[in-house]
């Protein structure tokens, strides 16, 4: 499958709202729309599902054991943020306009 013929995630259009939330260790967030800026520095084996992330600011965060599963980033700051053993699911994930992102 090329990239272009990727589907994009299948993120529900009914979301829960969280705005300037914190990360901690075993964190998971599903069917969740994030904003604004994520508090804490680390946090290890997180798990983001079926979400979508606005405009978030995580700059220069390490992640250890970060699972995505149909995320949508959508214009996040996520320069210097280290993710380690990253697990992008499929092809459903996307990180459209956002600084940081390779």
Same mark, same amino acid.
């Given at each position: 499958?090329?990239?272009?013929?990727? $589907?994009?995630?299948?993120?529900?259009?009914? %979301?829960?709202? %969280?705005?300037?939330?914190?990360?901690?260790?075993? %964190? *998971? =967030?599903?069917?969740? /729309? *994030? #904003?604004?800026?994520?508090?804490? /520095?680390? @946090?290890?084996? $997180?798990?983001?599902? /079926? !979400?979508?992330?606005?405009? *978030?600011? %995580?700059? &220069? @965060?390490?992640?250890?054991?970060?699972?995505?599963?149909?995320? #949508? @980033?959508?214009?996040?700051? +996520?320069? &210097?943020?280290? +993710? =380690?053993?990253?697990? =992008?699911?499929? !092809?459903?994930? !996307?990180?459209? &306009?956002?600084?940081?992102?390779?």
């Amino acid at each position: 499958m090329s990239r272009r013929d990727r $589907v994009g995630p299948e993120v529900p259009g009914d %979301l829960t709202r %969280l705005v300037d939330p914190d990360l901690d260790d075993e %964190l *998971v =967030w599903e069917q969740v /729309e *994030v #904003a604004g800026e994520v508090g804490g /520095e680390e @946090a290890s084996e $997180v798990e983001i599902t /079926e !979400s979508r992330l606005v405009e *978030v600011r %995580l700059v &220069g @965060a390490h992640l250890d054991d970060v699972r995505l599963i149909d995320v #949508a @980033a959508d214009g996040c700051d +996520l320069s &210097g943020t280290i +993710l =380690w053993t990253p697990c =992008w699911i499929g !092809s459903t994930s !996307s990180t459209a &306009g956002c600084r940081g992102c390779n």
